[in-house]
């Protein structure tokens, strides 16, 4: 009789047990997944995306996003708090790409970068790739910025201090 009883009570409990493990499981795989998203992509610097983007690089080159580290004293490129967002990241072995480039708006291009990948608008995306919106430019356009004097994207985004030119869209071919 008393060891009918332990043997349900045992049962309980290991059922009990199992459901928790289940449980913490999921949970260790949801608080796993932003960081491994975050380390999916990697920056590669401005210089790849040039080989086919030629028209639009031309033209960041003559943006203050493209002179951003130029900006900063020596003392203060060896800031994180000037770094920050006058810097596009890290790539993948460690070192800083410096200035605001190519992916600090349209994300880091290891994954998206192939000619493959590109061509599918959509295998892009999935691939890292960013339309910038406003919300993009205000992760640096804000308060933080010391030399901060308010933000206006509709204006800023069509400013050529700012923004690249687009490549013109292809006239329909004739004959
Ligand atoms: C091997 C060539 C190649 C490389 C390298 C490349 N791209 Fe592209 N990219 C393309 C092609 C092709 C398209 C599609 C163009 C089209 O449909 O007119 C494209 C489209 C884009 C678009 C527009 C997406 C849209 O339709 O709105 C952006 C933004 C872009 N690339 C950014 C980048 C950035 C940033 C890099 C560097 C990290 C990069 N590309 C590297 C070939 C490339
Ligand atoms: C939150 C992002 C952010 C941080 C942090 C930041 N900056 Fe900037 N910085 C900007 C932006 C954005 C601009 C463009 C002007 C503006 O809106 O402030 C800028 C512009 C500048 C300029 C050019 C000013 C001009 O009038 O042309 C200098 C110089 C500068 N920053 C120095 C620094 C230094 C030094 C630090 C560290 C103490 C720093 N920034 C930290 C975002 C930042
Ligand atoms: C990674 C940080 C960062 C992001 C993202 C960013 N910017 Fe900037 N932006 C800067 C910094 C830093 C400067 C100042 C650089 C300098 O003075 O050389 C600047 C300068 C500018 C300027 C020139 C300001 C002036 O009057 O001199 C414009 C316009 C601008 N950004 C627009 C935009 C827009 C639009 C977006 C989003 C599509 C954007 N920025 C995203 C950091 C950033
Ligand atoms: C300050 C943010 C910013 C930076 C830096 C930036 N872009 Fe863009 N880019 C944009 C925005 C915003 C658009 C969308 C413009 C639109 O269609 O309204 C865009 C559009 C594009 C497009 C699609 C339109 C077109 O030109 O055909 C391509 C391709 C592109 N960018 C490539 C690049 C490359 C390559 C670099 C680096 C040399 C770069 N971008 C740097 C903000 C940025």
């Known amino acids: 009789m008393t060891r009918k009883l332990t043997v ?15 449980l913490m499981a999921q949970d260790a795989a949801k608080a796993d997944a ?14 790849k995306c040039k080989m086919c983007h030629k028209i639009e ?8 996003h493209a002179k951003a580290w ?17 810097s596009t990241g890290k790539a993948a072995d460690g070192t800083l790409i410096t200035g605001v480039g190519c992916e600090s708006c349209h994300g880091p291009g290891s994954e998206y970068k192939a000619q493959k990948v590109m061509k599918d608008k959509a295998l892009s995306l999935a691939a890292g790739l960013i ?27 069509k400013d050529p201090k700012g923004m690249h030119e687009k490549t013109p869209k292809k006239e329909a071919t004739k004959g």
Do not use: R
Not at 8 to 22: H, P, R
Not at 70 to 86: F, R
Not at 138 to 152: I, L
């Open 34 to 47: 932003p960081k491994a998203d975050a380390k999916k992509f990697d920056y590669v610097g401005d210089a």
């Open 131 to 157: 339309e910038p919106k406003k919300e993009v430019c205000v992760k640096c356009h804000n308060e933080k910025s010391p030399t901060f004097k308010g933000f206006d994207f509709d204006k800023a985004s």
């Open 57 to 64: 690089h031309t033209s960041w080159l003559t943006t203050a």
């Open 8 to 22: 349900l009570a045992m049962m309980i409990v290991a059922a009990f047990a199992l459901m928790l493990n289940g």
């Open 70 to 86: 130029d900006v900063l004293k020596p003392e203060e490129q060896k800031k994180e708090e000037c770094i920050a967002c006058h």
